[in-house]
């Protein structure tokens, strides 16, 4: 999950505002055993909000304005089947480190 936030900071000398976008990102979660997916978006969101209070805390003036968009990106996971065979490149076929067991 990353959270881009629009951020701002006012200048005391000038008085001017300054504004950038930074962006917050949470770890990646694995999801094989079908775990229930609103704890795991809770538990991504609260680290990212986290990270945020974090980065406002640190004494860099900077003060949070607005979200600007939320990215989650979700992979399907397709392991291989046992019938699945992948050839070598011949550079790795002739190391006798690596074996590549074929289905007959």
């Known amino acids: 999950m ?3 936030c629009r951020m701002e900071k006012t200048n005391i000398k000038t008085g ?5 976008l930074k962006a917050f990102q949470s770890e990646i979660e694995i999801n094989l055993e079908g775990k ?3 704890e795991i978006y ?10 945020l209070a974090t980065f406002q805390r640190s004494g860099t003036n900077w003060i949070f304005r607005s979200v600007v968009n939320l990215d989650i990106h979700t992979v399907k ?8 065979y992948i050839p070598l490149p011949e550079a790795l076929k002739c190391k006798t480190a690596i074996i590549n067991l074929k289905k007959y």
């Open 2 to 4: 990353v959270l881009h």
């Open 16 to 20: 001017e505002v300054e504004s950038h």
């Open 36 to 38: 229930n997916t609103d």
């Open 42 to 51: 809770s538990e991504m969101l609260k680290t990212t909000l986290e990270r």
């Open 77 to 84: 996971y397709k392991p291989l089947k046992v019938s699945s």
